[in-house]
């Protein structure tokens, strides 16, 4: 719940280069996780949320320069 109102980016996937370059790659795993979720639904619900959530907290700080208008690393304020 604090992360909604946070300043950390979180992706949308929708312009994202990656899936672009790798669509069939993307397919397939989109495939598996569905497959997966009909077959272990309460378990990958929270797989699949907890996964994007802690790779989104991990890329703002591994690229927290990039970030560095949006998120302020300063504890001094």
């Known amino acids: ?3 909604m109102i946070s300043n950390i980016p979180f992706p949308s996937f929708k ?3 990656s899936v ?3 669509r069939r790659k993307i397919l397939f795993l989109i ?3 569905i ?3 009909f077959i272990y ?3 990958m619900i929270g797989v699949i949320i ?3 959530v802690l790779s989104s907290l991990v890329t703002a700080v591994i690229n927290r ?4 208008g949006i998120i302020n690393w300063d504890e001094s304020e």
């Open 20 to 22: 672009r370059k790798h």
């Open 15 to 17: 312009k994202s280069d």
């Open 50 to 52: 907890t996964l994007y």
């Open 1 to 3: 719940a604090l992360l």
């Open 31 to 33: 495939f598996i996780v």
């Open 35 to 37: 497959s997966l979720l």
């Open 41 to 43: 639904e309460e378990l």
């Open 65 to 68: 320069n990039k970030f560095k």
